[in-house]
């Protein structure tokens, strides 16, 4: 096995999706990085659909293959990734992003100096005429600026890397959060509360194409505040 081999896992957590992870893994397969060079592991979340196809359409094209699991939540769904994985580095991210097509190599640039760092990406919204979802992407884009004014402490789990000897290390996501909603915010926290350093990388982006109504708006954000307040008894936890 040459050094480069198996530098990256890509983790893509799936649940009821199949339309859009079909569009994330035709954008990773044409990520601009050496194909024996990357993994790439999709984790089924209990989805009622079958991914079988969709997943084995793309054998041919790059290096994937599909777990399944019982409906757990996107954090158990993450760390399952991690542990079947074979790569030095894991890179996560979502069902419903594109990767574009340097975003390895530019993680790989900003893990290389320092592999104990984890590295966030860009988001940006892949679905301008939809104002809400270019709402919740002004949002994400305002505490990115906030919480990010120095160090990194805002990091999307739908565009983030390090080493999996890290990730292990501080104990992967918290799978007391159920949904999608803070949990990559409590391991940013606990990452640096373990006294390891973040990077923001915003040339290494992902395009977030996740469409939303007005009540999926709102349901999002719910469960967003819900995910905050869960993070906020985790954290002052630590200090007791």
């Known amino acids: ?39 790439v592991i999709v984790v089924d979340d209990g989805s009622k659909t079958s991914l079988e196809e969709i997943v084995r359409a793309f054998q041919k094209r790059i290096n994937v293959r599909l777990i399944r699991q019982d409906n757990a939540g996107p954090a158990t ?4 990734g991690a542990a079947e994985s074979s790569g030095k580095y ?22 290389n100096p320092n592999p104990e760092l984890l ?13 809400y979802s270019s709402t919740s992407q002004i949002i994400a884009d305002f505490l990115y600026s906030y919480y990010n004014r120095e160090d990194a402490r805002f990091i999307a789990s739908n565009n983030m890397a390090l ?35 973040t990077l923001y990388a915003p040339e290494a982006i992902v395009r977030h194409a996740h469409p939303l109504t007005l009540g999926k708006f709102f349901r999002q954000h719910f ?6 307040h869960q993070f906020h008894k985790i954290r002052a936890s630590r200090s007791l």
């Open 1 to 39: 096995m040459t050094e480069l081999k198996q530098r990256f896992s890509i983790i893509i957590p799936t649940y009821g999706r199949p339309k859009q992870l079909k569009e994330c893994l035709d954008s990773v397969a044409e990520i601009a990085y050496p194909r024996d060079g990357y993994e």
């Open 90 to 111: 894991l890179a996560f991210t979502d069902d419903d992003c594109k990767p574009s097509q340097h975003w390895l190599t530019r993680l790989e640039e900003a893990l």
């Open 163 to 197: 080493s999996k000897e890290q990730f292990l290390k501080v104990g992967g996501f918290d799978t007391t959060f159920p949904l999608a909603a803070a949990e990559d915010r409590e391991f940013c926290d606990r990452y640096l509360y373990k006294g390891f350093k």
């Open 119 to 131: 590295v966030a990406g860009r988001t940006v919204n892949d679905l301008p005429d939809n104002s």
């Open 77 to 80: 769904a993450r760390n399952r």
């Open 223 to 228: 469960n967003y505040g819900k995910g905050a």
